[in-house]
């Protein structure tokens, strides 16, 4: 039951560069999104959250997007600095059930 | 350090054998969750525990199972284990019964030989 998808499973950029990675939904129940940034033997950690009554959300470098209609959202890292080079996942729930992870994307920022 | 203390860090086990995973969630939360990464899988869901019951499933095997005891520990066990099953196993906790952010541990590794 993937309900949550990220569909790059990495992606790569330059320092100083725009990541962007995306992450696709299909339960229209969900209403709170969240990127978790992991480093390797380390556990996930929370970084940015969104409600579904808002459709952006910024702090400092990081930004998300949400777009309801086509159950899609993003996270922006402006300017990308080598140390964000981790694996990113996206989760959603809806009320307050479990949340439902994506399958993560590595990304690798190149000095 | 997260807060989530899991336990051990590393196991490997044989095919069969039986392991338990033992996790303490944050001082103050009352949930805690249970999750499984095999490799190049995302982190799939497999039991919330909330205040000492259970409160979610997910795709947890019948070979599985959870509890959550008064102190709010919690310990996922595994048994007839199978090579599939190495993987690492992530517990995580939360103030509320869902929504909001997680504090997850750093892992178990599971390895079956």
């Known amino acids: 039951d993937q309900q949550v998808k990220q569909n790059s499973p990495s992606l790569s950029v330059q320092e100083g560069r725009i990541s962007i990675l995306n992450c696709d939904y299909t339960?229209?129940?969900?209403?709170?999104f969240l990127w978790y940034k992991k480093y390797p033997a380390e556990g996930p950690t929370f970084l940015i959250s969104i409600s579904s009554i808002k459709d952006k959300n910024e702090d400092g470098r990081f930004t998300v997007f949400l777009n309801k209609s086509a159950k899609h959202l993003s996270l922006h890292i402006v300017p990308s600095q080598p140390g964000d080079s981790a694996v990113y996942f996206c989760?959603?729930?809806?009320?307050?059930?479990?949340?439902?992870f994506g399958a993560g994307t590595r990304l690798t920022v190149k000095p | 350090d997260s807060g989530v203390t899991q336990t051990p860090k590393h196991l490997i086990t044989a095919t069969g054998q039986r392991v338990t995973l033992r996790c303490s969630p944050r001082s103050g939360d009352l949930s805690v969750y249970w999750y499984q990464q095999s490799l190049d899988q995302g982190l799939q869901f497999l039991i919330q525990?909330?205040?000492?019951?259970?409160?979610a499933k997910g795709n947890i095997l019948e070979r599985f199972s959870a509890q959550q005891f008064p102190d709010l520990h919690s310990e996922l066990n595994l048994s007839s284990l199978e090579l599939g099953d190495s993987a690492l196993y992530f517990c995580?906790?939360?103030?509320?019964?869902?929504?909001?952010?997680?504090?997850f541990g750093s892992g178990t590794r599971l390895t079956v030989v």
């Open positions: 995580a906790s939360s103030v509320n019964k869902g929504s909001g952010g997680y504090t």
């Open positions: 339960n229209s129940m969900f209403d709170y």
């Open positions: 525990y909330y205040n000492g019951e259970e409160r």
């Open positions: 989760a959603a729930s809806a009320g307050n059930n479990d949340m439902r």
